[in-house]
């Protein structure tokens, strides 16, 4: 019975603290990765961690490997990645995010698009990389169906010029053509593939 009152006056006083300073949960399942501070730590059995301060923290399930980048929402997803993965080049990875966004933002005519990444930017910004990762994620459908309806615009003389390419795991099974665009300068820690241009 005391463990249950003690259990319960931890939560109480979590739920009182400002936000910023509450604990995190983070449950992982055995044989499961974390990315902490530029550490991976792997566990043996399923386990539930409490972050008892403020850390850089990824899970494994959100880690984008670099054959996954064929957007260039995803591309941006994995330079803000990189940040959280490898801090001592945080700097590095926060310039190339940056250069990618302004470039993105650029191409973009899709509002919703447009107002999801100046939110991105924001979390960057205020050093909030994980809740940008978050964000974007939540972007990745909308691009693909405005690529997808971007690839049905090309005449067949373009598809010629900028053959078509397996959309990403897990996404549509359309094909979608990757025209070049202005973000090739931005993509030099990327798979030099030239990211499609969101008209």
């Known amino acids: 019975m005391t463990g249950q009152r003690a259990r319960r006056q931890r939560r109480d006083e979590e739920k009182k603290a400002p936000v910023g300073l509450r604990p995190m949960h983070i449950s992982l399942r055995s044989g499961e990765r974390l990315f902490l501070n530029g550490a991976v730590l792997r566990v043996d059995r399923k386990v539930t961690l409490e972050l008892l301060n403020d850390a850089t923290f990824l899970l494994e399930n959100h880690v984008m490997q670099v054959q996954d980048t064929t957007t260039p929402l ?71 169906s405005v690529l997808a309806s971007q690839n049905r615009r090309v005449l067949p003389e373009q598809r010629d010029l900028c053959p078509p390419q397996e959309a990403p795991s897990g996404g549509a099974d359309e094909e979608v053509a990757v025209p070049p665009s202005s973000l090739s300068k931005a993509t030099g820690a990327l798979p030099q593939r030239p990211p499609t241009a969101l008209q």
Do not use: C, H, W
């Not at 080049?89 to 999801?116: E, H, P, V, Y």
């Not at 910004?125 to 990745?140: S, T, V, W, Y």
């Open 74 to 144: 995803r591309q941006l997803y994995f330079a803000a990645q990189a940040m959280l993965m490898d801090p001592q080049n945080a700097k590095a990875s926060r310039a190339l995010f940056d250069a990618m966004a302004t470039d993105i933002l650029a191409a973009l005519a899709s509002q919703s698009l447009r107002t999801g990444l100046e939110d991105v930017v924001g979390l960057i910004a205020a050093d909030r990389p994980f809740q940008a990762l978050k964000a974007l994620r939540g972007m990745f459908d909308e691009e693909q």
